[in-house]
């Protein structure tokens, strides 16, 4: 256990749903991350929050809709996806926006699109 | 900005062999250097960075690596590996400044064969 806990940790969603991905962490952090892990393909740094204000969107597509209502939850809202959104969603927090004390990763919702 | 270039995306071994796995990266600012690795079904786990000071990390289960400034690499070796090495390895890099993020290679997976 890393300290950031993801849930579900498995997904399958049809593309008409809607659904959401939550993350908690309990280690103080003041950032947090939401990555995208497709098979063959980099990490996709999709959204930062620092104090639980949205200091970045890599031009992520509307269908995914963060939420952080506090330094300790992260949620991403996910509603008419496609298929090629299925992937693995890491979630990551820091103590702050300086990588030198690096990142902690949850393990991951494993997210299929059918 | 920064950038980073893992050259080997397969690297298939025996066990108890040595292993090295190569990180390059670019910068125009001074770094900090990570390597970070990613067991089946997890999340990504810090496995030791290069901050300052002496140029040879090393991680608690026997992997080190060295800092290159002037061949900007960060390469990951290990003298005998073991079949719970097989993972995927990601080398990371940030710049110093306060706010910079990491940015992470594509992966390297590490297959350690009996």
């Known amino acids: 256990e890393t300290g950031v806990t993801q849930t579900p940790r498995h997904l399958v969603m049809g593309m008409t749903n809607k659904k959401s991905l939550k993350c908690e962490q309990h280690?103080?952090?003041?950032?947090m991350y939401w990555y995208k892990q497709s098979a063959k393909k980099p990490l996709e740094l999709m959204f930062v929050y620092n104090f639980k204000e949205q200091t970045e969107n890599n031009s992520v597509p509307s269908r995914f809709s963060p939420e952080c209502p506090n330094s300790s939850h992260l949620f991403l809202h996910l509603h008419t996806l496609q298929p090629e959104d299925s992937a693995l969603y890491l979630c990551?927090?820091?103590?702050?926006?300086?990588?030198?004390?690096?990142?902690?990763f949850g393990s991951g919702t494993r997210l299929t699109v059918v | 900005a920064q950038s980073v270039t893992q050259l080997d995306s397969q690297v298939p071994v025996f066990e108890e062999a040595p292993v090295e796995l190569r990180c390059n990266y670019s910068s125009s600012v001074s770094v900090y250097l990570f390597w970070y690795v990613q067991y089946p079904n997890q999340g990504l786990q810090l496995l030791l960075k290069y901050l300052s000071g002496s140029t040879l990390v090393e991680s608690i289960n026997g992997f080190e690596a060295e800092f290159n400034k002037s061949q900007t690499s960060f390469h990951l070796r290990k003298p005998s590996v073991h079949i719970s090495d097989t993972a995927e390895y990601f080398c990371a890099v940030s710049g110093r400044r306060g706010s910079e993020k990491l940015v992470f290679g594509k992966g390297t997976k590490l297959t350690v064969n009996p």
């Open positions: 990551a927090s820091s103590q702050d926006m300086a990588a030198i004390s690096g990142y902690t």
């Open positions: 280690l103080g952090h003041n950032a």
